[in-house]
């Protein structure tokens, strides 16, 4: 299953709160692009496997890779595990301030071979009960009342061991090429991965 627009970086509209509800259940799922969905209480995707956030470029002169996904109600996230391909800088946004966002799930599935990736995740309370990774790239949580490590939960910005092909290295030079031609050339590794944490209140849970 895919939610995607792949000639759009960003949305302006502002989604707003309704009584409407969305439940996407498939075996992986790929969001793609920026993509804003409206007029619901509640936005559920069960994903048996993979979550996979896919940042696009529709300016041949730039090298960032951008995309979101935003709605107002509960964003209910369930996946294997969620994260973005390489260099993809995606974030999830919960605009209404009486809404949560949830991660769940259980890790399956082996860590994918994504590099330099960015995941944010936007919203009044976060919980996380579920496995985010971001391999050699960033996660960044921001949650203005609270947010919740649970005792299952997996965070992570670690290869886990395995060998992830990054660009190629041509006349001693490191570069990774994209569509069009283009490449991205390093003259040093990229930013150091991280994991931040911005809120009012944290709170983790040990069972």
């Not at 259940?25 to 956030?53: C, P, Q, W, Y």
């Not at 992570?156 to 990054?166: A, K, Y």
């Amino acid at each position: 299953m895919c939610i995607r627009d792949s000639d759009i970086t960003d949305v302006n509209d502002v989604p707003v709160m309704g009584d409407g509800l969305l439940t996407a259940n498939a075996r992986n799922m790929e969001l793609k692009g920026a993509s804003v969905l409206t007029g619901f209480s509640d936005v559920n995707l069960n994903i048996k496997h993979d979550m996979r956030a896919v940042g696009v470029n529709i300016d041949p002169t730039t090298k960032t890779y951008t995309g979101s996904l935003t709605t107002a109600g509960n964003l209910n996230l369930q996946a294997s595990q969620i994260y973005p391909s390489t260099l993809t800088k995606f974030t999830f946004n919960v605009a209404d301030p009486s809404s949560q966002l949830t991660i769940s799930g259980n890790n399956t599935d082996a860590t994918p071979l994504s590099a330099a990736g960015s995941l944010s995740f936007n919203a009044p309370t976060i919980n996380q009960n579920g496995v985010i990774k971001a391999p050699l790239g960033n996660i960044t949580f921001n949650a203005a009342d609270g947010l919740i490590f649970n005792a299952d939960s997996y965070t992570s910005v670690s290869t886990e061991g395995q060998l992830i092909p990054f660009g190629t290295l041509l006349n001693n030079v490191w570069m990774y090429s994209f569509a069009g031609g283009n490449n991205l050339v390093f003259n040093s590794a990229p930013d150091n991965n991280s994991l931040g944490v911005k809120q009012v209140s944290l709170s983790l849970i040990h069972i």
